[in-house]
Each structure stands twice: as structure tokens, then as C-alpha cells.
């Protein structure tokens, strides 16, 4: 949540990990990956005229939404901000009572936000309020193109990535296909953090300091009669954060809301559809591709 904490943090970009799955008559070859060593499982026997190498297509459906954990509080948050408090029982009259003030200083919060036209912000604010504890979906596609470096990251990574997974791909033999899973959370499968610190943007208030991510796979098939290869690379990005408001921050009082059943902290995520790109090992360019959250 943008108003639990201001401390800006950057983000490196991450060597993806890599496995590598090559086509053969006798199945799969190894893995492949940060802190791993590449191996390639060769036929047993040479492939005969009557019986040619099996060529697999490139990987098709959506890439699956990463898994995360975050953490469960019920008193002292996490300095990272990935706690999570429990939904508590409904208030009593006199609970709202002496919380009233709190309470108004929230929905006063939201007016700002309606009148500045942040409707994030206005949201996620009012699911705050709702008490239900319910995720919330957040458009990738809105905080792709109005958080200021967040394009800039998530094409860090997908260069980075393609240009790794193309490196080990081109050793594939000329008359099989193969296919390469990366993530730029590398062997780990770590989250970078990312801060939306413009504190004039609709994203500050409504996430502030959030968990990014992408992940994705490239494919190369057969030597073609002209010499070249067809590769396909496809790609998908996602977030996720914890909408509260962290104790030392401007607006810790609100979380008494949700301490007092009030309000409930609740999960935030958000996923760009599966981006694909077509073209050839001689073709593609992969510090030229340019990273979309469609």
C-alpha cells in the first residue's frame, strides 16, 4: 500500500533461470538454469530414414500466475510490508465509537482520491471499508503504462531472459526442436519489489511499494530449407501486494480499522495476458523487444 511506508527501493535485474527441454525419439533432455549444469539426453541409437527425429511444437495456454508466500501477522508487521492481518470479528457500537475518527479520516482519504480522479485508488479504499478481506484484481496493463520505470524493469527482464534462454537454445541439432522456461526471479524464483514513488500518481495510493515479477518460455524448431529456424517467445508479468498501512508511516492510524474489524487488510494481484512473439534465430533481436502488459 503506497502510504505504508516511503522508502524507495530499487530494483536489479535478475538472471532468469533457464530448463531446457530438447525433442528426441528417446523423450525430454535435462534441465537447465541458474546454478545448474546443462545437460542433453542423446538418442541411444542413431535415428533411421524411416523414423525421423519427433518435432514438438512450441508451448501453447497461459503461462500459470507464480506462486508467492507472504506472511500472516497478528501483532508486529514484517519490515518488508507483506503481512497480512487476519479479518476480525465484526465491531460493536462502542468499538466504532472510538474509532470514529480513523474512520473519518479514511473516508476523507477517499474523497481526495475521487476528486483527484484516482479510481485505484477510490477502489481498493472502499474494499478496505467493506471489511471482506477479499483479493483484489488490479490492472497490470494500468500500472505498466502510468508507473514511471516500471516499463523500463519489466523490458530489463525480458531482454535479459530471452537473450539467455536464445544462448542455450542454439545448440539444439538442426533437425530437432526444443524449449526453454525462464522466470526473472532466477533459480530462487524471487520477487523484485518495485516502488510507485510519485506521490502525485492514482498507483501510490493504491500500492505504494509492490511485488513484481515475470516469466515466460522460448522455443526454436527445425533448420528450415533456407537455413534459418522458427523460435517463439512468450511472456507474462504479474504483481502482487498486501493493501494495508504499515505501522511509522503517515497513515498508520488506518490500520486500526482493520485491527478493530472495521476494515480487513487484503491481497492484491494483477497479471498481464501471455504475450507471444514470433520470428527467427536470425531475426530476432533480443535487446531490440519491447516489453508489453497488454
Known sequence: MAVR?????GISGLMAGLSVAACSPSGA????????TARTRLPATASSSSSPPRVVGPPSGDIPFPKFSYATCSSVQSADGSCLLPRQSSPTQAIR??????????????????AAGYSNCTRAGQHYLSASGVPLTVSMAGVYQEVPGFREQLQSWLRTSVAAALH????????RSASVTWDS????????????????????????????????DAWIGPVGPDGDRP?????????????????????????????????ADFLVTGASTTE???????????????????
Open 5 to 9: 511506508g516511503w522508502l524507495v527501493l
Open 29 to 36: 533432455g535435462g534441465a537447465a538454469g541458474a546454478g545448474q
Open 97 to 114: 465509537d472510538r474509532y470514529a475518527s480513523a474512520y473519518d479520516e479514511m473516508t476523507g482519504l477517499l474523497s481526495l482520491c475521487r
Open 168 to 175: 542455450r537454445l542454439r545448440d539444439t541439432p538442426p533437425d
Open 185 to 216: 526471479g532466477g533459480a530462487g524464483r524471487g520477487w523484485g519489489s518495485f516502488d510507485t514513488e510519485d506521490a502525485n500518481t492514482d498507483w501510490h495510493y493504491t500500492l505504494g511499494r509492490f511485488w513484481a515479477r515475470m516469466a515466460g
Open 231 to 263: 523460435v517463439r517467445i512468450r511472456y507474462r508479468s504479474f504483481l502482487w501486494d498486501i493493501y494495508n498501512f504499515n505501522a511509522g508511516s503517515r497513515f498508520e492510524s488506518l490500520e486500526d480499522l482493520a485491527k478493530a474489524g472495521m476494515a
Open 276 to 294: 507471444v512473439v514470433s520470428a527467427t534465430i536470425i531475426s530476432i533481436k533480443p535487446g531490440s523487444l519491447v516489453a508489453r502488459a497488454s
